[in-house]
């Protein structure tokens, strides 16, 4: 129903900022919950935000908030995370996927990006 592909990733300095991008494609993608999801390695997929078709419902992890923003544009089919402050902890692969409802857990996302992977050095 839904394509998705994450870019932007790369490695960046503590306290830096990374934008993270995340293409769509396919018709329905507007009815879709989105959110980012990042996963270390030996570790389980943990949830980082998410947000509503609309963009005005946004949810985040406790341990990223107030420094992550998810956003979105329906327009260009396009999801976004701006990820600023950053530390060491945040090193991970982070990937997009989309929802048919609201909710913050992995095994409810139906459709998923390839991932990219982010880190932060000290």
């Known amino acids: 129903q839904v394509q998705l592909r994450e870019s932007g990733g790369g490695s960046v300095q503590a306290g830096g900022s990374v934008r993270l991008s995340c293409a769509a494609s396919g018709r329905t993608f507007r009815s879709y919950y989105m959110g980012w999801f990042r996963q270390e390695p030996g570790k389980e997929r943990e949830f980082v935000g998410a947000?509503?078709?609309?963009?005005?419902?946004?949810a985040y992890a406790d341990s990223v908030k107030g420094r992550f923003t998810i956003s979105r544009d329906n327009i260009n089919n396009a999801v976004y995370l701006q990820m600023n402050s950053l530390k060491p902890e945040d090193t991970a692969v982070y990937y997009c996927?989309?929802?048919?409802?609201?909710?913050?857990?992995?095994?409810?996302?139906?459709?998923w990006g390839q991932g990219t992977q982010v880190t932060v050095s000290s």
């Open positions: 947000i509503s078709w609309s963009g005005t419902n946004t």
């Open positions: 996927a989309a929802a048919s409802v609201t909710t913050t857990r992995v095994e409810s996302y139906n459709y």
